[in-house]
């Protein structure tokens, strides 16, 4: 047999008479009969029968591809693929086609008749000698089988889909439970860490600050011995340098723990910045040896209800860093200027500068930018928040200004409360600096 043409070869109907142009009431209680899936399988095999074949098969277009595939109830796999969809593409042109397929296996061929329906699904006939007439009829009744297969499949993928969503739902549930036992874990772990910088930061200060008072007490007789050396002093000044660095530090420590905890108290006093900036930069200007200290401008008498002793310390860490991020030296710039609502401080320097992406994340505890290298240049990325605490906690903001190759600039605002009046009497520097070792 030549199945290389397209040409149907149907054999004429034993009971040609009894043929009618529109599908007979078998035929239809037949298709009807296929339509159901609980008894697809018999109904298959009694219409297969029926058209003059052994066994059909139905195929329905994929709604998201457009590719022919078997109907649901059909066999879901055949061999010989590839024969099977030249076959099936011969149909949907041809709208009749006969060959021979690969079917049930590989190794044997079996004679397959095709017919095209107007909506694309096409049903094979396979073994058998077809009757043309009722191969006819079929094809009228193809689209609404089709109709119905298609519905079903439309069913089993939604149904398909809702066990995924309810698969999906259920993995985001346990995610979710997931996630906020790790949240709980990270919190108590957070509260740990907390609970323990604060203790360690307590235990600490304590003997240093006797350490602190023991150095003050050598130092003095140092001085006084008969057979006085210079060289002993200065291996005193070194140490107690040493031993205020660590105050300093655990000083920094303790407060950390007490902004987490929320007791970091700030006092509400009349301050004059004036005079607070003034004596700083004096005091600093002593200490650097590479740097210059330039007070640019300094209005007189900028007074705030505020607490001096963290303002001073929110300062100093702006002037520590001044220094400590311009190695190469240069000018350390102070300015204090007000309006009517705000005194402006800033602290300028002509260092390293501060990468753009770094910016937004300078007043986070910890952080230390990319730009430098901690073992050049050491810090703990907790001087800034706790600036900003403090700022914050006097209703005030800072500002950054920098990149790598501008000045960095830092600029505090804080509010000027109309009715501050002038502080009485000076509050020296040298006791607040005592507080903050007591
Ligand atoms: N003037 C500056 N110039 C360049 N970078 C700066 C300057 N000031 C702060 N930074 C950057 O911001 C980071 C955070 O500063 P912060 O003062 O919080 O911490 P630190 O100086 O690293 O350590 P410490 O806790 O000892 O102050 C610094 O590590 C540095 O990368
Ligand atoms: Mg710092």
Known sequence: ??????????????????????????????????SDPDCRAASVARLAQHLGGKMLIVFIRDPEFGTLLPAPGFPQTLPGGRAWRAFLKSCSEAGKYQAELPYPNLNSLCKATGI??????????L?????????????????????????????LIAEGQSMLARQAALQAQT??????????????AIQLRDQFLSIAAHELRTPLTALLGYLQVLQRRVAKEPDFNPR??????????????????TGSLFDLARIQTGILNIEHRPVDLSRLVRQMVDEMRPTLEKHTAVLEELQDEVIIEGD???????????????????????????????????????????????????????????????????????????????????????????????????????????????????????YPIAQAQERSEA
């Open 232 to 249: 002993n002093l200065d291996t005193i000044s070194a140490v107690t340098a040493q031993a205020r660095r660590l105050n300093k530090l």
């Open 175 to 188: 995610l979710t439970e997931t996630l906020d036992a790790a949240r709980r874990d990270l919190q108590k």
């Open 116 to 125: 095209a329906a107007a909506d694309g699904s096409v049903l094979v006939l």
């Open 308 to 426: 001096e002793m963290r303002l001073e310390q929110a300062l100093q860490n702006l002037l520590d860093n001044a220094v400590k991020y311009s190695p190469e030296g240069g000018d350390i710039t102070i300015r204090l200027v007000s309006d009517e609502q705000f005194a402006h401080i800033s602290v300028s320097d002509e260092g390293m500068g501060i990468p753009q992406d770094a910016i937004p994340k300078l007043f986070d505890r910890f952080y230390r930018a990319s730009n430098i290298n901690p073992r050049n240049i050491s810090g703990m990325g907790i001087g800034l928040y706790l600036v900003n605490d403090i700022v914050v906690q006097h209703k005030g903001s800072i500002q950054v200004s920098s990149s790598e190759t501008e000045k960095t600039t830092f600029t505090i605002h804080l509010p000027i409360s109309p009715n501050t009046t002038k502080p009485l009497g000076d």
């Open 127 to 155: 073994g058998g000698e077809p009757y043309r007439a009722r191969i006819g009829q079929v094809q009228l009744l193809l689209p609404l089988l089709a109709g119905v297969l298609r519905g079903e499949q439309t069913a």
């Open 1 to 34: 047999m030549d199945f290389t043409t397209a040409q149907p070869s149907f054999a004429s109907s034993p009971n040609k008479h009894k043929e009618m142009p529109s599908p007979d009431a078998l035929l239809i209680s037949l298709v009807t009969q296929l």
